[in-house]
Antibody, heavy 118, light 108 residues
Framework: EVQLLESGGGLVQPGGSLRLSCAAS????????MSWVRQAPGKGLEWVSV????????NYADSVKGRFTISRDNSKNTLYLQMNSLRAEDTAVYYC???????????WGQGTLVTVSS | QPVLTQSSSASASLGSSVKLTCTLS????IAWHQQQPGKAPRYLMK???????NKGSGVPDRFSGSRSGADRYLSISNLQSEDEADYYC?????????FGTGTKLTVL
């Protein structure tokens, strides 16, 4: 059974940093691209970033480019999102998601809440 | 960058059928996701450009997909109370992924 378990969310001041983690199990982690998707309170889903199975290729939404860094450790079956220079508008639930080969999202984590506020 | 357009809301009666629409700016494969209140999203299906679809594990037979021109549909028959949720379409290209704005389905 595929499981994705996010952690690392919390309250952070504007301008601060936070690192999210996503522990994956139930599939061959290194064979699949992974992404982060966020959802601001009362709003829809917003794609944030994607990383290839090897970790060599990454892409970001314009809203986070230059501030967020996605990475993965295939030896630990773990996905990361390093978030720097956080803004109030980054407040959201952040979901880790598995991407089917050359396709869309097929599994979601339960999410972790990030609140950026002074 | 692809653009996906969804109606903001839809409603239908318990036991009836509903068809939700996702309109694409170009021809793309899409995925449909369901988000019940207070829960994480759940993958429903991938809808190919041909109109064929592949559902996720455990998705009831009541859910199906189809297409017509630029429109992609998610059909739900024999509506149940647990189908009341937000429904999102998703597409992707080599550099980006995009979600539609979501349709809030109310089961009357």
């Amino acid at each position: 059974e595929v499981q994705l378990l996010e952690s690392g969310g919390g309250l952070v001041q504007p301008g601060g940093s936070l690192r999210l983690s996503c522990a994956a199990s139930g599939f061959t982690f290194s064979s699949y691209a992974m992404s982060w998707v966020r959802q601001a309170p009362g709003k829809g889903l917003e794609w944030v970033s994607v990383v290839s199975g090897s970790g060599s290729s990454t892409n970001y939404a314009d809203s986070v480019k230059g501030r967020f860094t996605i990475s993965r450790d295939n030896s630990k079956n773990t996905l990361y999102l390093q978030m720097n220079s956080l803004r109030a508008e980054d407040t959201a639930v952040y979901y880790c998601a598995k991407i089917v080969a050359a396709g869309g999202t097929d599994y979601w984590g339960q999410g972790t809440l990030v609140t950026v506020s002074s | 960058q692809p653009v996906l357009t969804q109606s903001s809301s839809a409603s239908a009666s318990l036991g009836s059928s509903v068809k939700l629409t996702c309109t694409l700016s170009s021809s793309y494969i899409i995925a449909w996701h369901q988000q019940q209140p207070g829960k994480a999203p759940r993958y429903l299906m991938k809808l190919e450009d041909s109109g064929s679809y592949n559902k996720g594990s455990g998705v009831p037979d009541r859910f199906s997909g189809s297409r017509s021109g630029a429109d992609r549909y998610l059909s739900i028959s024999n509506l149940q109370s647990e189908d009341e949720a937000d429904y999102y379409c998703e597409t992707w290209d080599s550099n980006t992924r995009v979600f539609g704005t979501g349709t809030k389905l109310t089961v009357l």
